[in-house]
């Protein structure tokens, strides 16, 4: 069973729709959750920590749950600059990747 | 402040031959991981380093592949005799402390590894 699972997409949304992506976790011991955004032929780059009490920037929001071992991103009003491959991430003495939710914005 | 340096970004190797990898961490960065990413895939764990110390290379092929982090100098990751499965993007990160302080980690930009 992989450490960190996700829905590979794509997911095909118009300009301004609201998206959300989860990603499970197989590890109840997971210490830390964080989602990056890659894209195409670029480095994954820090989108955002996710911690229990939920936390928002901007039009992202991210929220982990413990008790079902899942942690969720949600994007509000997307813009066609939000396409990209997102990665879900668990810290479990080493980083974990999912091997990401591929995002469309279509005009 | 500099970030994460990798270098050659883009390295063709002909079959047999050997491919360095090299990465310097950001600064202040004492801990360096490689990942793989194979074409239209997800990354995948190679090794976790500290300088002088490999601390995880469950994710490392057993033959060919190998990775240090000596005290001064890059992080080099070496692969020898190159077969044409090794072609991927090899992506280094580095964070500040160890991985369990909560800290996350940074990536540098990749070396493009093809295999002709």
């Known amino acids: 069973r992989k450490e960190v699972e996700q829905d590979p997409g794509p997911f095909n949304v118009p300009e301004g729709a609201t998206v959300a992506f989860n990603c499970t976790y197989s590890?109840?011991?997971?210490?830390?959750f964080f989602w990056y955004r890659q894209d195409c032929r670029k480095e994954p780059k820090l989108l955002m920590s996710?911690?229990?009490s939920g936390n928002e920037d901007g039009r992202f929001t991210a929220q982990l749950n413990r008790a079902s071992q899942y942690i969720s991103l949600l994007i509000r009003d997307s813009k066609l600059s939000d396409s990209a491959t997102y990665l879900c991430v668990v810290n479990l003495n080493k980083f974990y990747f999912g091997s990401g939710t591929k995002l469309n914005v279509k005009p | 402040n500099a970030g994460v340096m990798q270098n050659p970004r883009h390295l063709v190797r002909r079959r047999g031959q050997e491919a360095r990898l090299r990465c310097s961490p950001m600064k202040g960065h004492s801990h360096v991981y490689w990942y793989r990413q194979l074409p239209e895939e997800g990354l995948k764990f190679m090794v976790y380093?500290?300088?002088?110390?490999?601390?995880?290379e469950s994710g490392m092929p057993k033959e060919r592949f190998s990775a240090e982090f000596p005290k001064e100098g890059p992080s080099i990751l070496r692969i020898q005799q190159v077969v044409r499965g090794d072609s991927a993007a090899y992506f280094c990160?580095?964070?500040?402390?160890?991985?369990?302080?909560?800290?996350?980690?940074?990536f540098g930009e990749g070396s493009w590894l093809t295999v002709v």
């Open positions: 990160a580095s964070s500040p402390e160890d991985s369990q302080s909560g800290n996350t980690i940074y």
């Open positions: 590890n109840s011991a997971s210490q830390s």
């Open positions: 380093l500290q300088k002088e110390n490999i601390i995880d």
């Open positions: 996710v911690y229990s």
